[in-house]
């Protein structure tokens, strides 16, 4: 909760202002969509160990649940990461539990495994750190999953991800995931995001 | 079912049910009529509406209700729909107001259903309408225990305490503090989620079915307890105990455990040896405080018809509304004890989100089960053959070692006699029958 990743959070609904142009944040710009589509690839391609690995030690994954307010009352609309009950708010031991049920072949909510395709797109850089070292991305997903012969699931939403650059390369520090549900309509979140 | 034809009849003691009865529109309807519109149902928990104006939108059967708290501190139960064409009068989750003011034509009503603002009201409706007769429609009864709120629409039905009869003490199990004091719990977060099934399978799983074991296979594997990294398997560390699977007259069923006399704690929590330390703790005063009774503690339940529980860890009430025949909105309340240290819930808080819900690693599974079976009660074929219910038949005893009928031995005989009481309502039975007093 205390990791650097965790303090560099932006608040959601603070969505900063665009970063003054830069011709070096284009390069920046290009390498964190190309991490955050192979990543997308990896997971579509049921990858899960080499996805693992693009996780930092202290990754925190959270997904807020959301209620509706009144008008002038939305503060409380999102739960707080580090607190309550979320959908997800989890560390790197707990996203490896996940991938390792999946792997026993006996996960029947991933088995057979879903169909996924992750669409990522409008990638764009709300922080970088002096060094250059440790990026705030903002994304949009449109994740579609589909299971055996009926079932489809369609996840709508962003991320805000914090990226750093350790000795083997970029890492996933931080990743909040924003759906537009209150009432999940989907029976199962057995995917990542 | 063709329009027209009777209702199936559910006669459980047979050991088999038609398979009707779960994806059925006609059954589904008469669910509505008959048994949500008379049976106690969960509406909610006091720490959900500390102060008054606090509001907390919930549902009865397919109905929205507002949970609140009056001015006076008084809670109410309240169907959340304009009296004039219907519209719904609150339709933000939760806040705090003094008045829900209809978005449709403006009427308004306080905090306990009154209807007291009707624009240009002198003018249109002097001497016509009984504004005394149009508050918002009040729950039959209302009923606190625990922290947990209750509500029926029969005003006719008997006191929540005798609804829940022997029961008692295994819901006690779940919502008294873990060190043995009454009540004390507190939600930390609310799940609400689409299970594209019927609602009777999610509730008939929480009862007793504990030979769904193997559906939990991948997560007894890998180990996802408190205990996990220290190398434990399974969801978590189980105690040394006897099972009972026990069923109740007006529905309920439950699974709990016996410890042996000398009652000694089990670890649970290897991996936090502050958490460890404080349930160690609550175990030892629990057993202090009750004695003998420290024994029983619960393990899962349904109290009828549609609210279940995880009574140890994690610890939850469960509620499954029904949609329609094919379609539930689950709402999971977890609880805490309100004082637990800040470091325990914690801990706690990280083992339900990955044990339970449509994000957990067990309860994701269920779900994949539930939504199967009910699509396997369409076909004109499939449902020929009825659903075996012949697990432990005649394998119980009356009373022994606790009230209610007691099973030793894994068994379906909670389900059975979940769905004899689920025909008695739709028979519309009267409340003695229902309720195990008419003999
Ligand atoms: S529906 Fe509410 S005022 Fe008309
Ligand atoms: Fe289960």
């Known amino acids: 909760m205390t990791s650097p990743a965790a303090e560099a959070a932006i608040a959601i609904g603070a969505t900063p202002p665009p970063l003054p142009p830069d011709p070096g944040l284009l390069l920046l710009r290009q390498e964190v969509e190309d991490f955050l589509l192979h990543e997308a690839d990896l997971l579509d391609e049921r990858r899960f160990r080499e996805w693992l690995a693009l996780l930092a030690e202290d990754i925190v994954y959270f997904m807020p649940i959301r209620t509706d307010r009144a008008f002038g009352e939305q503060a409380g609309e999102f739960t707080a990461q580090g607190r309550g009950i979320s959908w997800f708010d989890e560390d790197k031991w707990t996203l490896t539990k996940r991938v390792e049920q999946i792997l026993t072949g006996v996960h029947y909510a991933e088995e057979p495994l879903s169909r996924v ?31 055996l012969d009926y079932e489809r699931a369609d996840f709508v939403g962003s991320r805000t991800d914090i990226l750093r650059r350790e000795p083997e390369g970029w890492r996933l520090a931080r990743r909040e995931i924003i759906l537009t549900d209150t009432v999940l309509l989907a029976k199962n979140l057995s995917i990542f995001f | 079912m063709p329009d027209g034809s009777p209702l199936p ?12 009865i779960f994806s059925s529109r ?29 509001y907390f939108l919930s549902r009865m059967g397919i109905e929205p209700v507002i949970l609140c708290r009056d001015e006076a501190g008084e809670v109410r139960v309240l169907l959340n729909s304009c009296r004039h064409r219907g519209m719904r009068v609150c339709r933000a989750e939760r806040g705090n107001t003094r008045h829900f003011t209809c978005p449709y034509h403006a009427w308004s009503y306080d905090l306990s259903g009154r209807l007291v603002g009707v624009p240009m009201r002198r003018q249109l409706y002097e001497g016509v309408l009984d504004e005394a007769s149009h508050g918002l429609v009040p729950a039959g009864r209302v009923a606190r225990y625990k922290g947990t709120v209750w509500a029926t629409w029969d005003a006719e039905a008997p006191d ?40 009777k399978f999610a509730a008939e799983n929480f009862l007793g079915d504990t030979y769904h074991n193997p559906s939990h296979a991948s997560v007894d594997l890998i180990g996802i307890g408190p205990s996990a990294r220290s190398g434990r398997t399974g969801r978590r560390d189980e105690q040394p105990a006897q099972h009972l699977w026990v069923s109740f007259p007006s ?55 549609n609210a279940s529980y995880h009574g140890r860890q994690p610890r939850g009430i469960c509620v499954w509304h029904p949609n329609g025949p094919e379609e539930t909105e689950a709402w999971r309340f977890f609880l805490v004890d309100a004082d637990a240290p800040a470091h325990v819930k914690d801990v706690l808080r990280r083992y339900y989100m990955r044990y339970s819900g449509p994000a957990g690693m067990t309860e994701q599974d269920d779900a994949e089960n539930w939504l199967y079976a009910t699509a396997a009660c369409r076909g004109p074929i499939s449902r020929r053959q009825p659903f075996n219910y012949q697990q432990s038949l005649g394998a119980w005893r009356r009373g022994d070692p606790v009230p209610g009928d007691v099973s030793l031995q894994i068994t379906e005989q909670n389900a059975r006699n979940f769905y004899r009481a689920w025909q008695a309502h739709l028979d519309g039975a009267p409340w003695p029958a229902l309720i195990g007093q008419d003999t």
């Open chain 2, 26 to 54: 006609a059954v589904f309807d008469r669910e509505q009529e008959t048994l949500f519109a008379r049976a106690w149902l969960f509406v909610g928990h006091e720490s959900l509406i500390p102060r008054p104006g606090d």
């Open chain 2, 251 to 305: 529905g309920h069923g439950v699974h709990s455990l016996i410890a042996p006399p000398d009652n000694p704690y089990t670890p649970a929590f290897r991996d936090d040896p502050e958490a460890e330390a404080h349930f160690a703790r609550c175990h030892e005063e629990r057993v202090r405080r009750l004695g003998e009774a420290a024994r029983l503690s619960a393990f899962t339940g349904t109290i009828f018809p």
């Open chain 2, 160 to 199: 929540f305490a005798a609804y829940l009869g022997d029961v008692r003490p295994h819901l006690d199990a779940v919502l008294d503090h873990r060190d043995g004091r009454e009540g004390g719990s507190e939600v930390i977060g609310i799940h609400r989620w689409i299970i594209p099934a019927n609602w």
């Open chain 2, 9 to 20: 009849t559910c006669r459980p003691e047979t050991g088999f049910i038609p398979r009707e």
């Open chain 1, 117 to 147: 395709c992750r669409v990522i797109t409008g990638v764009r850089l709300l922080a970088v750190s002096p060094d250059r070292r440790q990026v705030t991305a903002r994304s949009r997903f449109l994740v579609r999953q589909g299971r």
